[in-house]
Nanobody, 126 residues
């Protein structure tokens, strides 16, 4: 069974830091792009960050650029999201995803991703 499992969510103060992890199992994700998306209450799911198979190409939403960093460890089948200086407006359920064509540039569209985690709640207090 192919799975992505997020961890590391929780309550953090604005200006602090938090690192989300997403561990894959059931297949190797190393050839595929991986991404993070988030959904706040009453809103649509939005793109946050994406990384290509090699880790050398990364994309970020303008709202998190300079504060969040996506990285991956293919040996561990894991992708990370380092959240620095979070703001209350970053509060959301964060989902990791993987998919697309192997060895291609990452994608900002959720429709390009085939595998999804169950989500982890991040709450940023002011």
């Amino acid at each position: 069974q192919v799975q992505l499992v997020e961890s590391g969510g929780g309550l953090v103060q604005a200006g602090g830091s938090l690192r989300l992890s997403c561990a894959g199992s059931g297949r190797t994700f190393s050839p595929l792009s991986m991404g993070w998306f988030r959904q706040a209450p009453g809103k649509e799911r939005d793109f946050v960050a994406a990384i290509d198979w090699s880790g050398s190409i990364t994309y970020y939403a303008d709202s998190v650029k300079g504060r969040f960093t996506i990285s991956r460890d293919n040996a561990k089948n894991t992708v990370y999201l380092q959240m620095n200086s979070p703001k209350p407006e970053d509060t959301a359920v964060y989902y990791c995803a993987s998919g697309g064509s192997p060895y291609k540039r990452p994608n900002r569209s959720e429709y390009e991703y085939d595998y999804w985690g169950q989500g982890t709640q991040v709450t940023v207090s002011s």
